[in-house]
């Protein structure tokens, strides 16, 4: 049992948590919501291992963790619009009743 | 495993959790906004608090903010009524248990690397030297990206009959 195997566990747990958000769940911002926890938990993972293989100044694992957290905000950005337009049009914000975005 | 990790990752697993499963959306925004600083505190506590506090700042303060308008936004006459989980729910459940499985096999089976021992630290100014050198090109890509999104979800969630274009034919 290594130090770092408790960190990556707690990910994957997460990474299902959000999995089964996505899956289960009618509301589409929830939806929106669980892809955001598995982003976070993809980027626990980036922290991790970056830290486990310390070496002087290389920091590229937390460089794309930064990267990560904006294209994590340019995505919820683009979700939430969508779910905001999708849903004057249908007046609902469960993604069963999207069969058809047009018009 | 120090103590510090074990409260941690309890109250974060215990926040996800209650995010994706509670009835209350708003109740779920502000569970999403707690798991989101705990995530912080953990990269702090991995010694990255540039990244912990950028994780705070973003995830909390503009994504968080981010679900909780949409979700008020959002809120229909149906709300509260039927079921927030799918009528197969059951399956749903399976696969990402599955799912977890596959990533705790791969994890406990894979050699991983012993940690190095001593202290990584990451100070703001490393950050900032590698982002305005080596990593300068990516940043702004990020940047254009990021505006690009922003511009496009204003037009996405504009009212379509107020913009100019709708009002012209309108008019014609």
């Known amino acids: 049992m290594n130090e770092l195997t408790g960190y990556i566990v707690l990910s994957g747990i997460i990474f299902s948590i959000g999995f089964a958000g996505v899956l289960l769940r009618k509301n589409a911002i929830i939806m929106l919501a669980g ?64 069969n058809s975005l047009k018009g | 495993m120090s103590l510090t990790f074990l409260i941690l990752s309890i109250l974060l697993i215990v926040g996800a959790t209650a995010a994706m499963t509670l009835k209350n959306l708003v109740h779920c925004a502000l569970c999403l906004a707690g798991v989101f600083a705990i995530f912080g505190l953990i990269f702090i506590y991995q010694n990255a608090e540039f ?47 599955l799912l977890f499985l596959v990533i705790l096999i791969c994890v406990l089976t894979s050699k991983l690397p012993q940690p190095t021992e001593g202290v990584g630290y990451i100070s703001a100014k490393v950050i900032g030297r590698e982002l305005m050198t080596k990593y300068v090109l990516p940043l702004e890509v990020v940047g254009l990206l990021l505006t690009a999104a922003l511009i496009g979800g204003v037009f996405l969630a504009l009212k379509k009959e107020n913009t100019l274009t709708n009002k012209k034919i309108k008019n014609e």
């Open chain 2, 51 to 97: 990244i912990g506090l950028i994780q705070i700042l973003v995830y909390v303060g503009a994504v968080a903010v981010l679900i909780l308008f949409a979700i008020m936004l959002v809120k229909g006459d149906k709300f509260g009524e039927t079921s927030p989980f799918i009528n197969s729910w059951k399956l749903g459940v399976f696969v990402s248990f």
């Open chain 1, 35 to 98: 892809i955001e926890l598995m982003l976070a938990a993809a980027n626990l993972n980036f922290i991790t291992f970056w830290r486990a293989n310390w070496q002087g100044d290389d920091i590229t694992g937390a460089i794309f963790v930064l990267f990560t957290i904006a294209v994590a905000a340019a995505e919820a950005a683009v979700g939430f619009a969508l779910v905001l337009a999708i849903f004057r049009h249908y007046k609902s914000s469960e993604a069963q009743d999207y």
